[in-house]
């Protein structure tokens, strides 16, 4: 039996690891995704440790090609309680076994981060162990996921408007950039009564709002990724119960 592996990234946005095995009786595909990786590039702004937010951050990231769905990436969810953080990193596969295509989704690891002193923890999928020895390593060590700070490639020659997404006044930036990169992003004010995370260090501080929708169409007809993010508050959830014993 033949074992070819590939590993590929599309713009950092998402990593793919696909594994191909052959046979003579049986053919099987198998294709593990993980939507990681945010949390290296996940800011908290100043003060944010004397916060009463309390939620988690869905990401969800699209591929379209041809004005059509191609494949619709886990959802993330990054937890947020104080100045704590924890970062839920799904996993997807998908198996094809003679011609019968299933999927399953489960929680791949989790991540504790450190955003005062840039540092990450890797817990697996266990939230209930001891974390104390586990080591911190440096958020630039992460591998996968959206590249927050270097993936907007931001242009001064934007135009900006006032608009309305999903009921509420936004604000759209739009710019193309000089490698053709075409891009348009939708910010929603920042909370006056909340600190709020910052996920784009280079545009959401100079513009005073979170991206809530950013699609980035690519030259000669690469197709786009669109990406958008919703806060939902949370009272209570096993993962932000698990929280307060993190270390």
């Known amino acids: 039996m033949e074992k070819t592996r590939l590993e590929t990234s599309i713009r950092l946005y998402i990593q793919t690891e696909l594994t191909v095995s052959g046979g003579n009786k049986m053919r099987v595909i198998f294709i593990s995704i993980l939507a990681a990786g945010i949390s290296a590039l996940f800011f908290l702004r100043p003060g944010s440790q004397e916060s009463g937010n309390k939620g988690a951050y869905i990401i969800s990231l699209e591929s379209w090609q041809g004005g059509q769905r191609i494949f619709k990436f886990p959802n993330d969810s990054i937890f947020v309680c104080g100045d704590r953080t924890v970062q839920q990193v799904m996993r997807l596969d998908q198996f094809d076994f003679q011609g019968k295509v299933s999927l399953m989704q489960s929680v791949e690891t989790y991540y504790l981060i450190d955003f005062n002193k840039g ?5 697996g999928r266990d939230l209930e162990q001891k974390t104390e020895k586990i080591p911190w390593k440096d958020l630039r060590e992460k591998r996968y996921g959206i590249d927050f700070r270097g993936d907007l490639h931001f242009s001064e020659n934007f135009k900006i408007k006032d608009t309305v997404y999903e009921g509420k ?28 995370p910052v996920f784009f260090d280079v545009i959401e501080p100079r513009f005073k709002g979170r991206v809530v929708k950013m699609t980035t169409s690519y030259p000669d007809g690469k197709g786009m990724v ?3 993010t919703k806060y939902v508050p949370l009272s209570n959830h096993p993962v932000l119960d698990a929280m307060k014993n993190l270390r």
């Open 169 to 196: 006044k936004i604000k759209k930036i739009s710019y193309t950039a000089e490698n053709r990169e075409k891009y348009d992003i939708l910010l929603e004010p920042f909370s006056s009564e909340e600190r709020e």
């Open 119 to 123: 540092l990450f923890k890797d817990l």
């Open 226 to 228: 669109v990406y958008t």
